[in-house]
Protein backbone atom coordinates (compact mmCIF):
# COMPACT_ATOMS: atom_id res chain seq x y z
CA UNK A 1 0.00 0.00 0.00
CA UNK A 2 1.55 3.33 -1.15
CA UNK A 3 2.70 5.64 1.51
CA UNK A 4 1.18 9.04 1.38
CA UNK A 5 4.02 11.97 0.92
CA UNK A 6 5.12 13.39 3.63
CA UNK A 7 4.47 17.29 4.42
CA UNK A 8 8.26 17.88 4.34
CA UNK A 9 8.62 16.50 0.58
CA UNK A 10 5.15 17.97 -0.98
CA UNK A 11 6.70 21.22 0.60
CA UNK A 12 9.78 20.90 -1.73
CA UNK A 13 7.85 19.69 -5.13
CA UNK A 14 6.06 22.72 -4.71
CA UNK A 15 8.84 25.03 -4.54
CA UNK A 16 10.79 22.71 -7.71
CA UNK A 17 7.87 23.45 -9.92
CA UNK A 18 8.10 27.17 -10.48
CA UNK A 19 11.84 27.34 -11.12
CA UNK A 20 11.86 25.00 -13.47
CA UNK A 21 9.92 26.57 -16.06
CA UNK A 22 11.63 29.89 -15.67
CA UNK A 23 14.68 27.27 -16.60
CA UNK A 24 12.81 26.11 -19.47
CA UNK A 25 11.73 29.56 -20.92
CA UNK A 26 15.52 31.30 -20.03
CA UNK A 27 16.65 28.48 -22.00
CA UNK A 28 14.25 28.85 -24.96
CA UNK A 29 15.00 32.74 -24.95
CA UNK A 30 18.85 31.85 -24.91
CA UNK A 31 18.55 29.54 -28.08
CA UNK A 32 16.09 31.70 -29.59
CA UNK A 33 18.31 34.74 -29.78
CA UNK A 34 21.39 32.32 -30.44
CA UNK A 35 19.78 31.27 -33.93
CA UNK A 36 18.45 34.75 -34.42
CA UNK A 37 21.54 36.23 -34.02
CA UNK A 38 22.98 33.05 -36.38
CA UNK A 39 20.24 33.58 -39.18
CA UNK A 40 21.00 37.41 -39.39
CA UNK A 41 25.11 36.52 -39.70
CA UNK A 42 24.30 34.22 -42.51
CA UNK A 43 21.96 36.81 -43.72
CA UNK A 44 24.36 39.15 -43.97
CA UNK A 45 27.30 36.21 -45.37
CA UNK A 46 24.59 36.11 -47.99
CA UNK A 47 24.51 39.84 -49.01
CA UNK A 48 28.01 40.08 -49.32
CA UNK A 49 28.16 37.33 -51.54
CA UNK A 50 25.11 38.60 -53.71
CA UNK A 51 26.86 41.64 -53.74
CA UNK A 52 30.49 40.39 -55.22
CA UNK A 53 29.29 37.72 -57.65
CA UNK A 54 26.39 40.49 -58.66
CA UNK A 55 23.75 37.87 -57.82
CA UNK A 56 21.35 40.48 -57.35
CA UNK A 57 21.64 42.33 -60.35
CA UNK A 58 18.19 43.34 -62.81
CA UNK A 59 19.45 41.65 -66.04
CA UNK A 60 15.82 43.55 -67.41
CA UNK A 61 13.86 43.47 -70.16
CA UNK A 62 13.89 43.38 -73.81
CA UNK A 63 10.81 46.54 -74.92
CA UNK A 64 8.92 45.19 -77.11
CA UNK A 65 8.90 48.99 -79.01
CA UNK A 66 12.88 48.11 -79.38
CA UNK A 67 13.02 47.78 -82.93
CA UNK A 68 11.04 50.22 -83.58
CA UNK A 69 13.42 52.87 -81.60
CA UNK A 70 16.57 51.16 -83.38
CA UNK A 71 14.81 52.49 -86.93
CA UNK A 72 13.50 56.11 -85.17
CA UNK A 73 17.15 56.81 -84.05
CA UNK A 74 18.58 56.31 -87.92
CA UNK A 75 15.32 58.21 -89.47
CA UNK A 76 16.45 61.15 -89.39
CA UNK A 77 19.71 61.69 -90.34
CA UNK A 78 21.72 63.94 -92.27
CA UNK A 79 20.49 62.87 -95.39
CA UNK A 80 16.42 63.50 -94.53
CA UNK A 81 16.23 67.28 -95.29
CA UNK A 82 17.94 67.63 -98.91
CA UNK A 83 16.41 70.67 -100.10
CA UNK A 84 13.59 73.35 -99.59
CA UNK A 85 11.05 71.35 -101.83
CA UNK A 86 11.39 68.05 -99.77
CA UNK A 87 11.29 70.57 -96.55
CA UNK A 88 8.11 71.46 -97.58
CA UNK A 89 6.82 67.76 -98.34
CA UNK A 90 8.40 66.94 -94.24
CA UNK A 91 6.41 70.07 -92.82
CA UNK A 92 3.24 69.35 -95.02
CA UNK A 93 2.93 65.60 -93.66
CA UNK A 94 3.65 67.32 -90.09
CA UNK A 95 1.05 69.36 -89.95
CA UNK A 96 -1.20 66.63 -91.27
CA UNK A 97 0.09 64.06 -88.75
CA UNK A 98 -0.59 66.65 -86.06
CA UNK A 99 -3.77 67.88 -86.98
CA UNK A 100 -5.09 64.13 -86.45
CA UNK A 101 -3.43 63.38 -83.56
CA UNK A 102 -5.14 66.58 -82.16
CA UNK A 103 -9.07 65.15 -83.06
CA UNK A 104 -7.78 62.60 -80.28
CA UNK A 105 -5.33 64.21 -77.48
CA UNK A 106 -4.70 68.21 -78.55
CA UNK A 107 -2.88 68.47 -75.67
CA UNK A 108 0.18 66.84 -76.95
CA UNK A 109 -0.70 68.25 -80.17
CA UNK A 110 -0.22 71.61 -79.01
CA UNK A 111 2.90 70.34 -77.32
CA UNK A 112 4.16 69.39 -80.67
CA UNK A 113 3.58 72.35 -82.30
CA UNK A 114 5.02 74.79 -79.59
CA UNK A 115 8.06 72.57 -80.01
CA UNK A 116 8.36 73.25 -83.66
CA UNK A 117 7.89 76.78 -84.02
CA UNK A 118 10.37 77.40 -81.22
CA UNK A 119 13.15 75.23 -83.18
CA UNK A 120 12.53 75.78 -86.94
CA UNK A 121 13.24 72.16 -87.16
CA UNK A 122 10.62 70.09 -88.41
CA UNK A 123 12.97 66.93 -87.48
CA UNK A 124 12.19 67.72 -83.72
CA UNK A 125 7.77 67.79 -84.57
CA UNK A 126 8.59 64.32 -86.37
CA UNK A 127 10.18 62.73 -83.55
CA UNK A 128 7.88 63.91 -81.07
CA UNK A 129 4.86 62.48 -83.77
CA UNK A 130 7.18 59.06 -84.21
CA UNK A 131 6.64 59.30 -80.21
CA UNK A 132 3.32 59.65 -80.07
CA UNK A 133 2.62 57.47 -82.81
CA UNK A 134 4.00 54.37 -80.75
CA UNK A 135 1.38 55.11 -78.31
CA UNK A 136 -1.19 55.24 -80.55
CA UNK A 137 -0.43 51.97 -82.45
CA UNK A 138 -3.50 50.08 -81.13
CA UNK A 139 -5.69 52.76 -82.30
CA UNK A 140 -7.33 51.40 -85.31
CA UNK A 141 -9.25 54.31 -86.39
CA UNK A 142 -6.01 56.82 -85.99
CA UNK A 143 -3.77 54.68 -87.87
CA UNK A 144 -5.94 54.13 -90.31
CA UNK A 145 -6.33 58.00 -90.91
CA UNK A 146 -2.16 58.12 -90.35
CA UNK A 147 -1.91 55.05 -93.61
CA UNK A 148 -3.96 57.61 -95.52
CA UNK A 149 -1.79 60.72 -94.79
CA UNK A 150 1.19 58.42 -95.17
CA UNK A 151 -0.03 57.10 -98.42
CA UNK A 152 -0.46 60.39 -99.99
CA UNK A 153 2.69 61.56 -98.72
CA UNK A 154 4.74 58.59 -101.21
CA UNK A 155 2.12 59.73 -104.02
CA UNK A 156 3.14 63.39 -103.59
CA UNK A 157 6.36 62.82 -103.49
CA UNK A 158 5.98 61.57 -107.14
CA UNK A 159 6.67 64.00 -110.53
CA UNK A 160 4.12 65.01 -112.95
CA UNK A 161 6.78 64.29 -115.48
CA UNK A 162 7.00 60.04 -115.62
CA UNK A 163 11.36 60.36 -116.79
CA UNK A 164 11.67 62.46 -113.22
CA UNK A 165 10.66 59.25 -111.30
CA UNK A 166 13.27 56.59 -112.85
CA UNK A 167 16.41 55.74 -110.83
CA UNK A 168 18.17 56.41 -114.21
CA UNK A 169 17.45 60.38 -113.58
CA UNK A 170 18.39 60.28 -109.64
CA UNK A 171 21.91 59.26 -110.54
CA UNK A 172 21.76 61.48 -113.33
CA UNK A 173 21.18 64.19 -111.39
CA UNK A 174 23.85 63.56 -109.15
CA UNK A 175 26.64 63.11 -111.51
CA UNK A 176 25.45 66.57 -113.46
CA UNK A 177 25.93 68.31 -110.32
CA UNK A 178 29.70 67.46 -110.62
CA UNK A 179 29.58 69.89 -113.83
CA UNK A 180 27.90 72.71 -112.19
CA UNK A 181 30.92 75.02 -112.50
CA UNK A 182 31.84 74.14 -115.83
CA UNK A 183 28.09 74.86 -117.30
CA UNK A 184 28.18 77.90 -115.45
CA UNK A 185 30.96 79.24 -116.86
CA UNK A 186 30.37 78.43 -120.07
CA UNK A 187 27.16 80.35 -119.72
CA UNK A 188 28.68 83.43 -118.08
CA UNK A 189 31.25 83.53 -120.82
CA UNK A 190 28.68 83.08 -123.97
CA UNK A 191 25.38 84.60 -122.09
CA UNK A 192 23.19 81.34 -122.66
CA UNK A 193 21.64 80.39 -119.71
CA UNK A 194 22.59 77.90 -118.00
CA UNK A 195 19.08 75.76 -117.88
CA UNK A 196 19.41 75.88 -121.67
CA UNK A 197 22.48 74.43 -122.12
CA UNK A 198 21.51 71.57 -119.50
CA UNK A 199 18.37 71.14 -121.37
CA UNK A 200 20.12 70.01 -124.18
CA UNK A 201 22.19 67.42 -122.14
CA UNK A 202 19.34 66.09 -120.73
CA UNK A 203 17.41 65.80 -124.17
CA UNK A 204 20.54 63.70 -125.29
CA UNK A 205 20.90 61.84 -121.75
CA UNK A 206 17.65 60.85 -120.84
CA UNK A 207 17.13 58.73 -124.31
CA UNK A 208 20.05 56.61 -122.87
CA UNK A 209 17.60 56.08 -120.32
CA UNK A 210 16.00 52.84 -122.54
CA UNK A 211 18.13 52.72 -125.61
CA UNK A 212 21.37 52.03 -124.13
CA UNK A 213 20.01 51.27 -120.62
CA UNK A 214 23.20 48.81 -120.44
CA UNK A 215 25.45 51.43 -120.71
CA UNK A 216 24.19 53.60 -118.53
CA UNK A 217 23.50 51.10 -115.89
CA UNK A 218 27.55 50.66 -116.49
CA UNK A 219 29.00 53.77 -116.71
CA UNK A 220 26.51 56.38 -115.18
CA UNK A 221 25.49 54.43 -111.73
CA UNK A 222 29.35 52.92 -110.64
CA UNK A 223 31.22 55.47 -112.02
CA UNK A 224 29.32 59.10 -111.87
CA UNK A 225 29.69 59.59 -115.48
CA UNK A 226 28.04 61.34 -118.10
CA UNK A 227 27.99 58.94 -121.84
CA UNK A 228 29.56 59.74 -124.07
CA UNK A 229 27.71 59.74 -127.22
CA UNK A 230 29.83 58.20 -129.69
CA UNK A 231 27.36 56.30 -132.30
CA UNK A 232 25.39 59.67 -132.25
CA UNK A 233 27.92 62.09 -132.19
CA UNK A 234 30.55 63.51 -129.45
CA UNK A 235 30.57 64.95 -126.20
CA UNK A 236 28.07 64.23 -123.78
CA UNK A 237 25.65 66.62 -125.51
CA UNK A 238 25.75 64.01 -128.73
CA UNK A 239 26.94 67.12 -131.33
CA UNK A 240 28.05 65.41 -134.65
CA UNK A 241 31.11 66.14 -136.86
CA UNK A 242 29.95 68.01 -138.88
CA UNK A 243 28.08 70.32 -137.01
CA UNK A 244 30.69 70.94 -134.47
CA UNK A 245 32.99 72.04 -137.71
CA UNK A 246 29.84 73.87 -138.95
CA UNK A 247 29.32 75.68 -135.30
CA UNK A 248 33.10 76.99 -135.54
CA UNK A 249 32.96 78.08 -139.06
CA UNK A 250 29.81 80.49 -137.94
CA UNK A 251 31.54 81.97 -135.07
CA UNK A 252 34.40 83.68 -137.84
CA UNK A 253 32.46 84.15 -141.43
CA UNK A 254 30.68 87.20 -141.10
CA UNK A 255 28.72 85.72 -144.27
CA UNK A 256 27.00 83.35 -142.14
CA UNK A 257 23.06 83.67 -141.59
CA UNK A 258 24.05 82.19 -138.39
CA UNK A 259 26.93 84.52 -137.11
CA UNK A 260 26.45 85.66 -133.69
CA UNK A 261 29.12 88.41 -133.61
CA UNK A 262 32.72 88.90 -133.30
CA UNK A 263 32.73 88.50 -129.92
CA UNK A 264 32.35 84.77 -129.48
CA UNK A 265 35.68 83.87 -131.48
CA UNK A 266 37.08 85.11 -128.04
CA UNK A 267 35.36 82.19 -126.07
CA UNK A 268 37.06 79.78 -128.10
CA UNK A 269 40.85 78.97 -128.19
CA UNK A 270 41.38 77.38 -131.45
CA UNK A 271 44.49 76.12 -130.76
CA UNK A 272 44.05 73.67 -127.63
CA UNK A 273 44.07 70.26 -128.27
CA UNK A 274 44.41 66.69 -126.84
CA UNK A 275 46.38 64.27 -128.83
CA UNK A 276 46.24 62.20 -126.27
CA UNK A 277 42.98 61.07 -127.54
CA UNK A 278 43.88 60.25 -131.46
CA UNK A 279 44.05 56.42 -130.48
CA UNK A 280 42.20 55.17 -132.86
CA UNK A 281 42.09 54.99 -136.94
CA UNK A 282 38.83 56.91 -137.23
CA UNK A 283 39.56 59.98 -139.51
CA UNK A 284 37.37 62.24 -137.34
CA UNK A 285 39.16 61.51 -133.95
CA UNK A 286 42.28 63.81 -135.46
CA UNK A 287 40.26 66.84 -135.53
CA UNK A 288 40.99 69.25 -133.05
CA UNK A 289 37.55 70.05 -132.39
CA UNK A 290 36.45 66.24 -132.01
CA UNK A 291 39.53 65.90 -129.36
CA UNK A 292 37.93 68.78 -127.25
CA UNK A 293 34.66 66.85 -127.09
CA UNK A 294 35.67 63.17 -126.75
CA UNK A 295 38.35 64.92 -123.59
CA UNK A 296 37.03 62.17 -120.98
CA UNK A 297 36.10 64.05 -117.39
CA UNK A 298 36.21 67.76 -118.40
CA UNK A 299 32.83 68.40 -120.46
CA UNK A 300 33.46 72.16 -120.89
CA UNK A 301 34.11 71.96 -124.32
CA UNK A 302 30.82 69.80 -124.90
CA UNK A 303 28.81 72.43 -123.16
CA UNK A 304 30.51 75.28 -124.96
CA UNK A 305 29.68 73.68 -128.70
CA UNK A 306 26.17 73.29 -127.21
CA UNK A 307 25.77 77.19 -126.24
CA UNK A 308 27.40 78.35 -129.59
CA UNK A 309 24.81 76.40 -131.21
CA UNK A 310 22.24 77.89 -128.93
CA UNK A 311 23.03 81.31 -129.69
CA UNK A 312 23.35 80.82 -133.43
CA UNK A 313 20.55 79.80 -133.70
CA UNK A 314 19.06 82.73 -131.49
CA UNK A 315 21.54 85.33 -133.79
CA UNK A 316 19.75 83.94 -137.00
CA UNK A 317 15.87 84.40 -135.50
CA UNK A 318 16.93 87.65 -134.10
CA UNK A 319 18.00 88.61 -138.01
CA UNK A 320 14.52 87.87 -139.22
CA UNK A 321 12.78 89.64 -135.96
CA UNK A 322 11.70 86.76 -134.08
CA UNK A 323 13.51 85.19 -130.91
CA UNK A 324 14.13 82.26 -129.59
CA UNK A 325 14.38 83.24 -125.60
CA UNK A 326 11.56 81.52 -123.96
CA UNK A 327 10.93 78.88 -126.89
CA UNK A 328 12.88 76.07 -125.48
CA UNK A 329 10.64 73.19 -127.42
CA UNK A 330 12.17 75.33 -130.43
CA UNK A 331 15.46 75.55 -129.21
CA UNK A 332 15.45 71.77 -128.13
CA UNK A 333 14.14 70.66 -132.08
CA UNK A 334 16.96 72.81 -133.65
CA UNK A 335 19.12 71.54 -131.90
CA UNK A 336 18.09 67.94 -132.45
CA UNK A 337 17.96 68.39 -136.44
CA UNK A 338 20.62 70.57 -137.03
CA UNK A 339 21.07 74.00 -139.06
CA UNK A 340 19.72 72.97 -142.12
CA UNK A 341 16.16 73.01 -140.32
CA UNK A 342 16.33 76.53 -138.52
CA UNK A 343 13.89 78.56 -140.98
CA UNK A 344 12.60 81.43 -138.97
CA UNK A 345 8.70 81.85 -138.84
CA UNK A 346 6.46 82.75 -136.62
CA UNK A 347 4.42 79.22 -135.87
CA UNK A 348 7.35 76.91 -136.07
CA UNK A 349 6.76 72.69 -135.70
CA UNK A 350 8.19 71.27 -132.42
CA UNK A 351 9.53 67.95 -133.41
CA UNK A 352 13.61 66.53 -133.81
CA UNK A 353 14.07 62.58 -133.24
CA UNK A 354 11.34 60.35 -131.20
CA UNK A 355 12.07 57.31 -128.74
CA UNK A 356 10.45 55.83 -125.81
CA UNK A 357 11.49 56.08 -122.01
CA UNK A 358 9.44 53.57 -119.93
CA UNK A 359 6.35 53.32 -121.73
CA UNK A 360 5.99 56.68 -123.15
CA UNK A 361 7.37 58.36 -126.34
CA UNK A 362 8.97 61.49 -126.83
CA UNK A 363 9.97 64.01 -129.43
CA UNK A 364 13.46 65.31 -128.20
CA UNK A 365 12.12 69.11 -128.63
CA UNK A 366 8.81 67.93 -126.56
CA UNK A 367 11.27 66.60 -124.00
CA UNK A 368 13.08 69.57 -123.76
CA UNK A 369 10.37 71.94 -123.26
CA UNK A 370 9.44 68.94 -119.92
CA UNK A 371 12.45 69.79 -118.08
CA UNK A 372 12.95 73.33 -119.13
CA UNK A 373 9.14 73.96 -116.87
CA UNK A 374 9.82 71.08 -114.78
CA UNK A 375 11.57 72.80 -111.89
CA UNK A 376 14.20 69.38 -111.58
CA UNK A 377 17.71 70.66 -110.89
CA UNK A 378 16.16 74.08 -110.77
CA UNK A 379 18.54 75.01 -107.75
CA UNK A 380 21.69 75.06 -109.87
CA UNK A 381 20.20 75.71 -113.09
CA UNK A 382 17.50 78.25 -112.78
CA UNK A 383 15.36 79.69 -115.17
CA UNK A 384 16.03 83.67 -115.75
CA UNK A 385 14.26 86.25 -117.00
CA UNK A 386 16.51 87.04 -120.06
CA UNK A 387 17.64 83.34 -121.45
CA UNK A 388 19.90 85.31 -124.02
CA UNK A 389 22.11 87.80 -122.40
CA UNK A 390 22.69 90.98 -124.81
CA UNK A 391 26.17 90.37 -126.81
CA UNK A 392 26.79 94.50 -126.09
CA UNK A 393 26.38 93.74 -122.33
CA UNK A 394 28.56 90.58 -122.91
CA UNK A 395 31.04 92.93 -124.33
CA UNK A 396 31.27 94.91 -121.48
CA UNK A 397 31.32 92.45 -118.94
CA UNK A 398 33.52 90.22 -119.72
CA UNK A 399 37.18 90.66 -120.19
CA UNK A 400 39.38 88.20 -122.08
CA UNK A 401 43.37 88.39 -122.53
CA UNK A 402 44.75 89.80 -125.49
CA UNK A 403 46.00 86.67 -128.13
CA UNK A 404 49.36 86.86 -129.06
CA UNK A 405 49.85 87.41 -132.54
CA UNK A 406 50.36 83.91 -134.01
CA UNK A 407 47.31 82.88 -132.14
CA UNK A 408 44.50 84.45 -133.79
CA UNK A 409 44.12 82.34 -136.77
CA UNK A 410 40.90 80.31 -138.18
CA UNK A 411 39.88 76.94 -136.71
CA UNK A 412 40.85 74.48 -139.28
CA UNK A 413 38.10 74.17 -142.46
CA UNK A 414 35.51 72.03 -142.83
CA UNK A 415 35.55 68.99 -144.42
CA UNK A 416 33.88 68.80 -147.67
Known amino acids: MEQPASPIQAQAETTKKPRSKFRKWLRRGYFGVIHLLALFAMALIGVALAAKFKWTNDSGNVDLNSRYFSEMAGKYNQGFQTDSLTFAKQERQMYQNVGLLAKYYPHNAKLILDAFQRSGDVTIALRMLDAANLRMKKHKGYQQELARI ?16 Y ?37 EQIRMFNSSREQFKKYVIPYNRLIMTTNRGYGVTGI ?36 ELVNDTIEAHKHLTIQRLMKGGDHFYSYLYTAFFLRQFQSHWEKEGFTLAYRPEILGTLYNLGFQKSK ?30 SGELMDLFPLTSQPFVPTKVLEKTIVFPEPKEEEAVAPEPVAG
Open 344 to 373: PKKNPAVGGSTFNVGDKEYTFGGLCYEFYY
Open 150 to 165: EAAASEASLSIYPWAN
Open 167 to 203: REWKEFCRVVRADSAAIDSVSRITGVESRLIVMCLVG
Open 240 to 275: LQNTALKIEKNLFDKTSAFYPGAYYQNCLNVKDSFP
